[in-house]
T-cell receptor
Framework: NAGVTQTPKFRILKIGQSMTLQCTQDMNHNYMYWYRQDPGMGLKLIYY???????DKGEVPNGYNVSRSTTEDFPLRLELAAPSQTSVYFC??????????FGPGTRLTVL | QQQVKQSPQSLIVQKGGISIINCAYE??????FPWYQQFPGKGPALLIA???DVSEKKEGRFTISFNKSAKQFSLHIMDSQPGDSATYFCAASRGSNYQLIWGAGTKLIIKP
């Protein structure tokens, strides 16, 4: 099992560009999450999903969108990238309460 | 009410020493308290977890101590090793709500 995979690993965007961060899990987990982690800081929840077709906002959803058309995939869309979105983005999935499995992260820089 | 306060922000311990990281919460509805370990360049990974009906849980060199009346819990790393150098996050969750409430993290450095 690959667990949670994320692509790309690194990306540099220009201000105003858009991109999609991909996340796929092969553990058949219903719950999936997107976090951002700023340098030296903790994790902030952007969006989460409790199953295919169901998503909800987390703590810092502004500037992002998500969709969940399948159990396996949970892409995160950045529209009109801003320097404040420079961060490391982690995707996670879970089936048990609070036992989240994290992907390796995507390091995004917006210049 | 929803916060989990973690301290210290950073910690330096000599090899072989005991590392102690503390967390405090306000919401008595929390019923699951995990600790996650994150190495540089990696995502966090579950290290150990405890429920409030238990005062202590030990897994190898890692122990969680839980004080329900004080609404505090802590992670103790015995015989700390350089390979334990990482960022540690405490967290809490409420029953069927799968959102973890995260502490701010502690960067632990074990000096050889």
């Amino acid at each position: 099992n690959a667990g949670v995979t994320q692509t790309p690993k690194f990306r540099i965007l220009k201000i105003g560009q858009s991109m999609t961060l991909q996340c796929t899990q092969d553990m058949n987990h219903n719950y999936m999450y997107w976090y951002r982690q700023d340098p030296g800081m903790g994790l902030k929840l952007i969006y989460y999903s409790v199953g295919a077709g169901i998503t909800d906002k987390g703590e810092v959803p502004n500037g992002y969108n998500v969709s969940r058309s399948t159990t396996e995939d949970f892409p995160l869309r950045l529209e009109l990238a801003a320097p404040s979105q420079t961060s490391v983005y982690f995707c996670a999935s879970s089936s048990l309460p609070a036992v989240q499995f994290f992907g390796p992260g995507t390091r995004l820089t917006v210049l | 009410q929803q916060q989990v306060k973690q301290s210290p922000q950073s910690l330096i311990v000599q090899k072989g020493g005991i590392s102690i990281i503390n967390c405090a919460y306000e919401n008595t509805a929390f019923d699951y308290f995990p600790w996650y370990q994150q190495f540089p360049g990696k995502g966090p990974a579950l290290l150990i977890a405890i429920r409030p009906d238990v005062s202590e849980k030990k897994e190898g060199r890692f122990t969680i101590s839980f004080n329900k009346s004080a609404k505090q819990f802590s992670l103790h790393i015995m015989d700390s090793q350089p390979g334990d150098s990482a960022t540690y996050f405490c967290a809490a969750s409420r029953g069927s709500n799968y959102q973890l409430i995260w502490g701010a993290g502690t960067k632990l450095i074990i000096k050889p």
